[in-house]
Nanobody, 124 residues
Framework: QVQLLESGGGSVQAGESLKISCVAS?????MGWFRQAPGKEREAVAA???????????FYTDSVRDRFTLSRDNAKNTVYLQMNSLKPEDTAMYYC?????????????????WGQGIQVTVSS
């Protein structure tokens, strides 16, 4: 089991930036971010794979692809989500998730470990 701790959430104005982080208690091949707004289903935001050869590859949902950047520091078991040009529709609880198996990065049910979540609020 992997313990995950998110940090960096908060409230910003539309167009501003925010960086959130997630520290894992140990290495997980896939770490991702999901978000859930009130009354909506949890949706994938981004995830990053670390392949056995060491290659790190990020994946993004279409709505954030040109605005968000996911990076990973494997030495610290930490992932960072830099969110730029934030929009009110980005407002949600953001959850960090991890799993040991690669593939199907956008499917919440495939993740074995979840953080408690942090709130990101973007006002217009």
């Amino acid at each position: 089991q992997v313990q995950l701790l998110e940090s960096g959430g908060g409230s910003v104005q539309a167009g501003e930036s925010l960086k959130i982080s997630c520290v894992a208690s140990k290495f997980a091949a896939c770490m991702g971010w999901f978000r859930q707004a009130p009354g909506k289903e949890r949706e994938a935001v981004a995830a990053v794979y670390t392949y056995s050869e060491g290659e790190v590859v990020p994946f993004y949902t279409d709505s954030v692809r040109d605005r968000f950047t996911l990076s990973r520091d494997n030495a610290k078991n930490t992932v960072y989500l830099q969110m730029n040009s934030l929009k009110p529709e980005d407002t949600a609880m953001y959850y960090c998730a991890a799993k040991g198996i690669l593939g199907l990065w956008s499917i919440p049910a495939r993740y074995t470990d979840w953080g408690q979540g942090i709130q990101v609020t973007v006002s217009s």
